[in-house]
């Protein structure tokens, strides 16, 4: 079946531009994931649904991020006025069942984002 | 709050010699432990994680773990490398108290020298 997808691949932006980043994650899968990997990085949670709701967005680094998830499956990752501290790899994941971390992630390709 | 050392950003290894990649953890509480791969081009894949019990972890492609509770470590191993192996390998941790998020560490580079 299909994995998780993420599109654009690659998004070149100016500083101050909004931006979009969506996630189609593995049908079925309840829990979703947004992560960030500066280069030489890790990856580094940024927010977690479950279902529609928002279950923890404690890695948003600040207001100009936000997320949504409205019916439960795509979700859409929007930078407003963006920074060139913002170019970075943002991962999307899916999981099954609570989304527990005790559930395997599915991760995307990730989608590389650029502000010049 | 939990934290993770990847001791080695790069780790050049001949093929088919073994080959070891560290990983020490902090935390306060128990944890879940875990290691992804991440192959050129390709997204982050699971290679094995520990959740409980026996502390030898098997995955896939020949690769296992040991978590020794005594020195927070979680090293990688295989006993034979392959071209195939060359990728970039992240270990992670999560608490047991707050098992909705998974901190990475900053990732190890496997070189396989022909």
């Known amino acids: 079946g299909a994995g998780v997808s993420q599109t654009p691949s690659n998004k070149v932006t100016e500083k101050g531009k909004y931006v979009e980043l969506r996630c189609d994650p593995i049908?079925?899968?309840?829990?979703l994931y947004w992560y960030r990997q500066s280069l030489g990085q890790g990856p580094e949670f940024l927010i977690y649904f479950q279902g529609t709701g928002a279950a923890d967005d404690s890695g948003l680094p600040n207001d100009r991020f936000f997320a949504v998830r409205p019916e439960g499956s795509v979700s859409t990752l929007k930078i407003q006025r963006t920074e060139r501290g913002d170019s970075a790899v943002y991962l999307c994941a899916s999981s099954p069942n609570q989304g527990r971390v005790t559930d395997t992630q599915y991760f995307g390709p990730g989608t590389r984002l650029t502000v010049l | 709050a939990q934290s993770v050392t990847q001791l080695d950003s790069q780790v050049p290894v001949f093929e088919e010699a073994p080959v070891e990649l560290r990983c020490n953890y902090s935390?306060?509480?128990?944890?879940?432990l875990f290691w992804y791969v991440q192959y050129p081009n390709q997204g982050l894949q699971l290679l094995l994680k520990?959740?409980?019990?026996?502390?030898l972890v098997k995955g896939i492609n020949g690769f296992e773990a040991e978590f020794n509770k005594s020195q927070t470590s979680f090293h990688l191993r295989k006993p034979s490398v392959h071209i195939s192996d060359t990728a970039e390998y992240f270990c992670a941790v999560s608490e047991w108290n707050r098992d909705d998020k998974i901190i990475f560490g900053k990732g190890t580079r496997l070189h396989i020298l022909p």
């Open positions: 520990y959740l409980s019990g026996s502390t």
């Open positions: 049908s079925g899968h309840t829990a």
């Open positions: 935390s306060s509480v128990s944890v879940y």
